[in-house]
């Protein structure tokens, strides 16, 4: 069973019902809104929208607002208790078109030894990026700082498309709570690589054939410097993940 999460937060302006809901017929998948702790309208249009697909949309309300990771983890354990095998997640503002999710659980299905696949916003003949000279070039400088920190060969860690394969491993990567807000992301892959202890990565990575960058954008410049220098702490962080 297919689940896919969405953390919002105050996302009442930005979320449409009708857009939504043809995006999550296109899914095949049970759709599950994380509101972390919204102080607008949010968690009233998130029950709105439910109410339409009751069967495949389902609403998690936190109290008080966690973070996008912990929200994200929390959705993740959520579909684990109701059994879920492939979870994966995406920004509320569906910068990313349903096709490519659709497209990176295809990969997961047809990879069955990766443990995720995640998107990757790599601008190629045949595809259409569209984001900021800015979020580009500190994208592939937080790239470069993820690669010299910790070790990790991504291109893009932050694309906000992933999906992973539900075993003991990602049970155990999301049993526990993340150390940054927005640099989640990148405790996964970390938490993963060093569980696994593989030669090879168990995580593949698919390039997005859209994205368009939406506007309204949780994060600022000083919460982009704020993650970068996270990074040091997360690297702490995953020496007490090993391998059993």
Excluded at 13 to 26: K, W
Aim: aromatic residues 10%; contains cysteine.
């Amino acid at each position: 069973m297919r689940f896919l999460i969405i953390p919002c937060y105050n996302e009442f302006h930005r979320l449409q019902e009708s857009e939504v809901v043809n995006c999550i017929d296109n899914l095949h998948c049970v759709v599950v809104f994380v509101n972390d702790g919204s102080t607008d309208k949010t968690q009233q249009l998130l029950q709105q929208i439910s109410l339409v697909r009751p069967a495949v949309i389902k609403v998690l309300n936190l109290e008080r607002n966690l973070g996008k990771g912990e929200a994200v983890r929390a959705g993740f354990n959520f579909a684990i208790s109701q059994g879920a095998n492939e979870v994966g997640f995406c920004d509320a503002d569906f910068a990313v078109d349903h096709h490519d999710l659709v497209r990176i659980f295809s990969k997961l299905d047809e990879s069955k030894l990766a443990y995720g696949v995640i998107g990757s916003r790599v601008a190629v003949a045949g595809s259409t990026i569209e984001r900021s000279v800015f979020r580009h070039y500190f994208g592939r400088i937080f790239a470069t700082l993820v690669s010299a920190i910790l070790k990790q060969d991504i291109y893009d860690t932050q694309c906000g498309a992933k999906a992973f394969r539900i075993n003991s491993t990602t049970v155990n990567v999301f049993s526990e709570p993340f150390q940054s807000r927005w640099a989640f992301d990148v405790e996964i892959l970390g938490r993963i690589n060093r569980l696994t202890n593989r030669q090879s990565s168990p995580i593949i990575e698919l390039p997005l054939l859209r994205w368009i960058e939406q506007p309204g954008s949780k994060l600022n410049v000083f919460s982009r410097i704020t993650t970068a220098l996270e990074l040091f702490k997360i690297r702490r962080s995953l020496k007490s993940w090993k391998s059993l």
